[in-house]
């Protein structure tokens, strides 16, 4: 299982699309290419990442069986992350917040992914061709699956590796 810094670490990798919202916004409403530029940036290396935690989580974590009985797709789940994407567009003020708003906002976010034990969508990988399941196990208990096989019979998942207490990733042949 990853540790409770890796997990949030990893969920902080879903907020790297933002930074082309405001990369945007740098460079046509500010005229601030550097910063622009650092925004994208910081939007590569949040992608770059994620893959790399991924993959780890595929090569260094135990592999455990499960035997599933009902999946649902939760794909559907990051549209809500583009519209968070899409925010900074909308807006017509400046182009950015004051320091002590965004000190305050990435409190309140860090805050709120240390004290929880969920798995969320990440649109990142959604984007590498991962999918998103809320998946049920034979003991009745719920799992968020990362996998990049489109389920259509549950008996095709057979191995997987726990990210967290209710975050699962299928584990590669």
Known sequence: MLSRLMRLLLALTAISPIFVSLAFSYATRANNIQLALLAMLGCLLLGLTCVAI????????ERLPIKVEKAKSADKEVIGFFVAYALP??????????????????????????????????????LLGYRFYEVETKEK????????TKITSVSNITTVVQLSDYGILEARN
């Open 54 to 61: 991924i993959h780890r989580c595929q090569v260094n974590l």
């Open 89 to 126: 567009l909308v807006f017509r003020g400046q182009a950015s917040a004051s320091l002590g708003e965004w000190i305050l906002a990435a409190g309140m976010l860090l805050f709120v992914l240390w004290s929880t034990n969920s798995l969320q969508v990440n649109p990142v990988l959604g």
């Open 141 to 148: 208990v719920t799992f968020l699956l990362i996998t990049k």
